[in-house]
């Protein structure tokens, strides 16, 4: 079987735009390079929700059609909505992704739907300890990106972060062998991505990587319009907090303008440097073009640099990127025409769902053996086989999760009619009272003592009339 060829090309998805690079390894530059403005922003301030799919499908399609991009293998750079550096207990390598889901339900983007997580491990001193970095997507969000580039005809041959990609591009670059040099490798510098609603800083020792966070801040506008002397103040103090503990010599600073950087600078007393383009990044002779943003060109190195880590986002949450089963579209068809009402809701047996079962696997396996031979055809199949019972399992599962709740909500409506019915019968057992209580002030003469009270059809009340003042003469003779 061939080799699949190692793919060189990038699309970066960015709020306001869709950017694509051609790298070339035999030269190790730039080949060409496209951007499309879209005509509204596409993604949330906090970079957490997909606003527009549909400007984000055509302007991927238009990117596809004119980099002729169709079915070639792409590396994916999108918004992280989470990326940081954590330590956590040393568990089961089968349990670190439970884990780490759990750290993002901290996290308010995260409170209605799970994460799409991804992590590259870190040296670690401590035995008992795991550190790493991790970057965490919401996964609708990732699937309605992944459906986009479907759409368009993309083929996803891999998924990384902005903060990832823009450091994998400064080192493939030389950028970061030219730092170390006038720093030294136990110097300390660091990167800082400006976003609309926070910062995140990383900070390294030489190539080790010491901590990658992020700080909520309000900076919507900071990319094109710069920074305002008050956020200018409040990163400012940032960075002096940050300093007590790794006190970085030199930031690289990437979401705002050059202007709002030299304006940092010289309140916080750092060096600083604009690192989301990358002027004096290397092109083929024939590059004809617009520069593309660091963030795009150290995607397409991909496979070329791998500094400064994996996250496997595509690895990790691999069914966000398949389409859906046969299996499973029939029966979410079949849920769509279910009737609202539950009573109406027809039982399906337990017998239908072998027989459908069945005929699946049976047309599957034909298919394998027309479309394959020998071993080949073997593995699919069995592939196939699995994938189904996985399915028809999950189904099982889910009908019976159902019929349980169904039951649950007639059991509460039985308990709510009993308590109407009791109600019921209090008011006619308590009629009298009622009646009495409310015609009192209405049917009693001003100046009735009360000696007996009788209710038959009516109400009747008999009694001596008084004056007013044999009523106090008889109060005072209690004292």
């Avoid at 991505?193 to 990383?202: K, L, N, S």
Wanted: glycine content about 6%.
């Amino acid at each position: 079987m061939a080799k699949p060829k190692t793919s060189k090309v990038s699309v970066a998805v960015y709020a306001n735009s869709v950017e694509a690079a051609v790298f070339s390894d035999a030269e190790f530059a730039i080949k060409e390079s496209l951007r499309l403005p879209t005509s509204v922003r596409l993604f949330s301030d906090d970079g957490s929700l997909l606003l527009e799919p549909d400007a984000l499908t055509s302007a991927l399609t238009g990117i596809a059609t004119a980099l002729k991009l169709k079915n070639k293998p792409v590396h994916l750079s999108v918004p992280p909505v989470l990326i940081k550096q954590a330590v956590v207990p040393r568990v089961d390598p089968k349990m670190l992704r439970p884990t780490l889901l759990s750290e993002t339900e901290r996290y308010k983007s995260f409170e209605d739907i799970e994460a799409a997580i991804g992590y590259s491990l870190l040296p670690s001193a401590n035995a008992q300890q795991i550190r790493l970095v991790m970057a965490a997507l919401r996964q609708d969000t990732l699937k309605q990106i992944a459906a986009a580039c479907t759409k368009a005809g993309i083929k996803i041959a891999s998924v990384d972060v902005w903060p990832a990609d823009a450091l994998r591009a400064m080192a493939g670059t030389g950028v970061l062998d030219s730092l170390m040099s006038q720093l030294g490798e136990e110097g300390y510098w660091g990167a800082m991505f400006i976003e609309a609603e926070q910062i995140r800083f990383g900070i390294w020792q030489g190539n080790t990587l010491i901590e990658f966070r992020d700080s909520v801040m309000g900076l919507s506008g900071a990319e094109t319009g710069g920074l305002s002397p008050i956020q200018i103040e409040d990163i400012t103090q940032e960075l002096i907090r940050m300093s007590t503990q790794t006190p970085a010599r030199f930031w690289f600073v990437a979401g705002t303008t050059e202007t709002s950087i030299e304006q940092l600078s010289q309140r916080s007393g750092l060096p600083m440097k604009a690192c989301f383009w990358l002027p004096s990044f290397p092109v083929e002779p024939a590059f004809d073009g617009e520069l593309p943003r660091i963030t795009t060109v150290g995607a397409a190195m991909r496979n070329f640099v791998p500094f400064p880590f994996d996250l496997q986002l595509m690895q990790l949450n691999p069914s966000l990127f398949k389409p859906a089963s046969v299996l499973s579209t029939m029966l979410a068809a079949r849920s769509a025409k279910a009737p609202s009402v539950a009573d109406d809701m027809p039982e399906m047996p337990d017998s239908s769902i072998p027989v459908l079962a069945t005929s699946l696997l049976g047309a599957m396996i034909v298919m394998g053996l027309l479309a394959a031979g020998g071993k080949a055809g073997e593995l699919y199949i069995n592939q196939q086989k699995a994938t189904v019972e996985s399915q028809l399992e999950a189904g099982k599962t889910e009908m019976v999760t159902v019929q349980g709740q169904l039951n649950e909500a007639k059991a509460s409506y039985q308990v709510q009619q009993s308590v109407a019915d009791l109600i019921d019968q209090a008011k006619q057992r308590n009629r009298v009272y009622t009646l009495l209580g409310t015609d009192l002030r209405t049917k009693v003469p001003s100046q009735l003592w009360l000696s007996e009270t009788r209710v038959t059809d009516k109400i009747t009340f008999q009694g001596k009339a008084l004056r007013h003042q044999d009523v106090i003469r008889f109060a005072r003779s209690l004292d």
